[in-house]
């Protein structure tokens, strides 16, 4: 493979890295953005403001969706394009998509390839614009890893669906203006045959919400509730019924966006950096022979990552939607944040628990909320248990454990 750039790359380069660096610095000046990624999910209410305004600017200047073809407003940009694109904005620790990420990563995608024109048309623009805000209605108290089991209802009458149930964990519900709801609409048909997907105005009456706190004490989440939610039949994606394979394209845009996202490698420069301030067993850390061969093992798997980052913009890119292997990139990613992470939390020993607004704090109390908050993306978008099920029996072939 040949990684080296034409004139027109590194000109796209050099235009990006400054466009991100000034625009970065003049919205979020120091509102308090973690330069190793921040989670749309612990933003606060100043903090989305920004990101909205970050948000706005990046699809003016036409950045905000780079893989997507321009028919729909994207750039249609080229595989190094998007790679360029993803290493500048992961080495500032910015946000990819902007403040829509899952709209623009997963819920856009899925329309582009099964919604109606109609569809198309009424949505996908204001995805872009950030004018819409999108969050995704999957999981329910009893149907996480078995997506399956969901049992929120929809019933047709006349041209409306009448929604009843509850959702939980919905990230950025309060603040999404829509959300793609999966539903059960035959409840006599073998479970993965009886579920349809909507698209819901999250204004419609009838769906209140309860913040749920999460252990870093954010309340980014919620659980939803559906009482007679009214939704037009025409927001209806794909078939009535045929909605199991409308939630895997957008589950498998999840998990690339998933394992392509992670500044996890900003943080493990991060980590480097800090074993040269920090004492372990009583010499400099960055001399102990255990810590380098950590921060080298990791070092590795991050420029691991990076290239499969690439593979994978290759397959998008000849127009393959991702498949099951799309589960390798999150699995790893997020288990390598997660293991880089607690060892932040083995350099910096009993420090590395202070909150921030201790006086005695160290490194700002940023790797305590790291160290929090990355168990949560082992989690989301299906457990890294369930990834492996994946790779066991859909890529590898193993019989079913
Ligand atoms: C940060 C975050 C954001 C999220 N955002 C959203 C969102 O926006 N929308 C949404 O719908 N959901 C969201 N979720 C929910 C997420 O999709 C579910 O938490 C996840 O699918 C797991 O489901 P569960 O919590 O019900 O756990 P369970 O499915 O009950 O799993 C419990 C444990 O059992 C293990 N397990 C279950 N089945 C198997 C099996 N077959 N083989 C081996 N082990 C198994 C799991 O790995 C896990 O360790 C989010 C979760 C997190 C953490």
Redesign the pocket.
């Known amino acids: 493979m040949d990684f080296a750039l034409t004139t027109d790359q590194e000109r796209f380069r050099r235009d990006l890295r400054t466009w991100l660096e000034t625009t970065s610095l003049e919205v979020f000046g120091r509102v308090g953005l973690d330069p190793a990624g921040t989670?749309l999910?612990d933003v606060d209410d100043r903090q989305w403001e920004r990101l909205l305004e970050y948000h706005r600017r990046l699809h003016r200047a036409g950045y905000v969706a780079l893989h997507w073809p321009k028919e729909w407003g994207g750039a249609g940009a080229g595989p190094v394009e998007q790679a360029i694109y993803q290493d500048e904005v992961l080495r500032l620790g910015l946000p990819i998509y902007g403040a829509n990420q899952?709209a623009i990563d997963r819920i856009g995608p899925t329309l582009i390839l099964m919604g109606s024109d109609e569809q198309r048309r009424r949505y996908l623009s204001p995805m872009l614009s950030g004018d819409e805000i999108w969050?995704?209605?999957?999981?329910e108290?009893?149907?996480?890893?078995?997506?399956a089991s969901l049992t929120t209802r929809a019933v047709l009458e006349g041209d409306h669906f009448v929604v009843n149930g509850q959702?939980?964990?919905?990230?950025?519900?309060n603040r999404a203006h829509y959300q793609v709801l999966l539903v059960r609409t035959d409840p006599a048909a073998p479970k993965h045959k009886g579920i349809s997907y909507l698209l819901v105005d999250m204004r419609t009456p009838g769906i209140p919400m309860r913040p749920l706190r999460?252990i870093t004490g954010d309340a980014?989440?919620s659980e939803v509730f559906y009482d007679n939610v009214r939704v037009p039949r025409e927001n209806l994606v794909g078939e009535l019924n045929g909605g199991w394979q409308v939630s895997i394209a957008t589950l498998m845009y999840e998990r690339v966006s998933g394992g392509s996202r992670h500044p996890v490698a900003q943080m493990i420069d991060e980590l480097i950096a800090l074993s040269t301030r920090a004492e372990f067993s009583g010499i400099p850390a960055a001399q102990h022979p255990y810590v380098r061969q950590k921060l080298a093992q990791f070092k590795i798997e991050a420029e691991c990552l990076r290239l499969s980052r690439y593979r994978t913009i290759t397959r998008q890119l000849r127009g393959a939607i991702p498949g099951p292997e799309s589960s390798f990139g999150k699995l790893f990613a997020t288990e390598l944040n997660l293991r880089a992470a607690m060892f932040a939390d083995e350099l910096l020993g009993l420090d590395g628990n202070l909150a921030p607004d201790s006086p005695f704090v160290r490194e700002d109390g940023r790797w305590l909320r790291r160290t929090l908050g990355a168990r949560?993306?082992t989690?989301?978008?299906?457990?890294?248990?369930?990834q492996?099920?994946i790779i066991a029996e859909r890529v590898l072939g193993l019989p079913k454990?």
């Open positions: 989670s999910l899952l969050c995704q209605g999957y999981s108290p009893n149907a996480g890893s078995d997506l959702k939980v964990w919905t990230s950025i519900a999460q980014g989440f949560g993306y989690v989301a978008a299906g457990t890294s248990e369930i492996r099920n454990g």
